[in-house]
């Protein structure tokens, strides 16, 4: 109170009492103000901020998809019902015929695969007992080599194996199986219910007998054959020295010209790894321990139900209908592209069909998959799709024979090069000449689209180490004549002026675990020839994870300096939640006067959240991850209008190395921020990221610590 302590006439206490309290009103009323003052800045900094983020994406910051299956996405079905998966009852123009529901029913999955199986035209026309007894005796030889000390070590002892069973491929072929099998059980290579799904002909008994047939089962196939039995066998064997005298039509021009940006923009959609389920049975165990789990027969290890399967899918289960379509329906909201504008293409890099075991796979299932989700793009996406195959996209599954095999054993798999040749025409996204392509060159075209762009895919199958056709011919990295067609191709297009993206499924470097080594080393030094000049992109999906690869000057030799990075490899992240990720998809701007990326958007949805809400009232949430230059663009100091290419990816591995938190956000987003995800803090794991991405071969990625390749499971490397 103002004069304390000061005696005053009792009028004047009474006047300064009236100043004192005037005083103390206007000085809350100021303060009023203030605040008031202070709580309109920061709302109009949050509205400012909010129109920053929505500035800063193409589209809605999220989607809630409607509870309701979207019926409209098939003419009709034989049962739609909203408490079990939809069954829709789909026509093939094709093939022109309606797949039937136990194909498809998850109350009627099949235990044998029908199809037709091939072996090798045997060598003399035996009698089944003649060769039975020729079975009989190479059975009892590679038994005495098994359990015998004549032949020491487990490589040696395997390849004589070999060498003593190619007699019986190419004498009595149609015995193999059966006696592989036999083997299998007996020497405990694996449990006996494997040792059947491994070697049982309708699987890939009659593959494995292909393979005996024709290959150098005593030099290096055999090694490959080995290895791929079991890595107590016999090592993975080292990269083949790479002749490249007349590899190509010409050699790199001395002084290649980069295209220049043209300023203008559009907006390309990059979907993978869809893995659609129809037999997902909602409610079922969504927890097992083995197999694909949401499954009527699959129980968890206790036989009591621990996880009752969600309408939209599980983190060990595979993409059901729902969760599928509201991916699809999402996309639209959330890249800008729902209100009558459309992409300039979608870029689809493969895997279409779920991870049934072979028992329950066939032509006619993988047939479903393929018109039941180019249906759906089709209904759904605006634009162009560009289409590839993964190795589930065959059956059996991973399965591409090379055209060299004799007869019939050559074109094993034509039936499925026609389908979706077929089905792409069909659609309007190749023209008839690409689909003659992709009919000859295994599922592979080139075609140059409405902006100029020439897109060459191909099967990556002929390099994926579980196609045991590969292990026929090794020394030869190039023995399905893919890796010619691509030559060609870029050749032309390197003589036309013109600019190219890749497009595959299998990546080809990361770890190295994925390929075998040399077409791996073959494909890079194509890039590497081609680059930056031609090929402006690579693109894989694969791993389901979301990853990215750069591929450097004079086959990798050095790539610590960005000065030799030449192109990147963009690995999409996938739709199927499938193992312990999140389902996802990305978007890129791309310039169409030298096609590169200037940005990058990701969108995912939260498979752990789909238990917490009511399905009958909302769908799944996706919604904006990250932006690619907004995440890397500032901790590698990279210019805000250059674009996202080699040299970006390679600044942001040298900021990678002396940050780690950047290494722990590409940890992240490599699951699509799944809580199923290993932290990535060590010294060890950061200096393996950075090599993964550096590493765009078999060679190079076998070269980097591993153990730390994958988000689906804990970490097993050291440090």
Request: charged share 15%; aromatic share 12%.
């Amino acid at each position: 109170m103002p004069f304390e302590g000061v005696q005053l006439p009792e009028d004047r206490v009474e006047f300064v009492l009236r100043v004192e309290r005037v005083l103390i009103a206007i000085m809350l009323a100021f303060s009023v103000l203030a605040l008031a003052a202070f709580a309109l800045t920061q709302s109009s900094a949050q509205i400012s901020g909010q129109a920053s983020l929505q500035a800063s994406i193409p589209g809605s910051s999220s989607f809630v998809a409607p509870p309701a299956f979207p019926t409209s996405a098939f003419p009709t079905y034989y049962r739609a019902e909203p408490t079990q998966e939809p069954q829709p009852a789909l026509y093939d123009p094709v093939l022109k015929k309606t797949y039937p529901l136990n194909l498809t029913d998850p109350n009627t999955i099949p235990s044998n695969d029908p199809d037709p199986v091939y072996y090798p035209t045997p060598l003399a026309n035996l009698s089944s007992s003649e060769a039975d007894t020729i079975i009989d005796d190479i059975v009892s030889q590679i038994s005495e080599i098994i359990e015998g000390d004549s032949i020491t070590g487990n490589c040696s002892k395997c390849v004589a194996s070999l060498e003593i069973a190619k007699n019986a491929a190419l004498l009595a072929p149609s015995k193999v199986p059966e006696a592989m099998v036999s083997l299998c059980q007996t020497y405990k290579l694996h449990s006996n219910t494997t040792c059947e799904q491994d070697f049982e002909a309708s699987t890939f008994g009659a593959i494995w007998t292909q393979v005996l047939a024709f290959a150098d089962v005593g030099g290096l196939d055999g090694q490959y054959i080995c290895n791929s039995l079991s890595t107590t066998f016999c090592p993975a064997p080292a990269t083949s020295p790479l002749n490249t005298t007349g590899l190509f039509p010409k050699p790199k021009p001395a002084n290649v010209s980069i295209p220049q940006p043209s300023g203008k923009r559009v907006k390309v959609l990059h979907l993978s790894d869809f893995h659609l389920d129809p037999r997902y049975s909602i409610g079922s165990e969504g927890n097992c321990s083995s197999s694909l789990c949401c499954r009527t027969n699959v129980k968890s290890t206790s036989g009591q139900l621990l996880l009752p399967a969600s309408y939209y899918g599980e983190y060990n289960c595979d993409s059901p209908y729902d969760l599928g379509l509201a991916a699809l329906e999402a996309v639209g909201p959330l890249t800008g592209t729902g209100n009558g504008s459309s992409f300039g293409w979608v870029t689809y890099t493969g895997d279409l069909v779920s991870h049934d075991p072979q028992t329950q796979l066939s032509r006619a299932y993988t047939e479903y998959a393929e018109d039941s989700i180019y249906t759906m793009f089709k209904e759904y996406l605006r634009g162009p799709v560009f289409p590839v195959l993964g190795n589930h996209d065959s059956n059996p599954e991973a399965i591409d024979s090379p055209h060299k095999l004799p007869g019939p054993l050559g074109q094993q798999q034509s039936w499925n090069y026609d389908h979706v040749a077929g089905l792409w025409q069909h659609d309007g996204w190749i023209d008839a000449a690409a689909a003659q392509q992709a009919r000859t060159h295994y599922g592979a075209y080139s075609i140059k689209n409405q902006f100029g762009l020439r897109i060459i895919t191909f099967n990556t199958d002929f390099w994926y180490r579980s196609n045991f056709l590969n292990f026929i011919n090794t020394t030869d990295p190039d023995n399905s004549g893919m890796f010619s067609f691509m030559i060609n191709e870029l050749q032309a297009a390197e003589d036309a002026g013109e600019q190219v993206w890749i497009q595959g499924h299998v990546l080809s470097g990361w770890d190295g675990s994925n390929p075998i080594p040399n077409p791996s080393n073959l494909f890079y030094q194509i890039v590497d020839r081609y680059s930056p000049h031609v090929i402006r992109n690579v693109f894989f999906g694969h791993t389901h994870e979301d990853q990215v690869m750069v591929y450097y000057a004079n086959n990798g030799t050095t790539r610590n300096s960005s000065s030799s990075a030449l192109v990147s490899g963009w690995i999409g992240p996938s739709v199927t939640p499938l193992t312990n990720l999140n389902s996802g998809f990305r978007m890129y701007e791309v310039d169409t006067g030298n096609f590169d990326i200037y940005e990058a958007y990701t969108w995912y949805a939260d498979v752990n959240s789909f238990h917490d809400f009511n399905n009958s009232v909302t769908g799944p949430t996706y919604k904006f991850e990250y932006s690619t230059r907004e995440a890397y663009g500032s901790p590698s100091d990279w210019p805000v209008d250059a674009p996202l290419n080699a040299t970006f990816w390679h600044g942001v591995t040298e900021a990678m190395q002396t940050n780690r938190s950047l290494v722990e956000l590409f940890n992240t987003y490599q699951g699509k921020s799944s809580v199923k995800s290993p932290n990535c803090t060590s010294d060890a794991c950061a200096a393996a990221k950075v090599c993964y991405i550096r590493s765009g071969s078999v060679p190079l990625g076998r070269q980097c610590p591993q153990g730390f390749s994958s988000v689906q499971s804990p970490y097993t490397g050291t440090g």
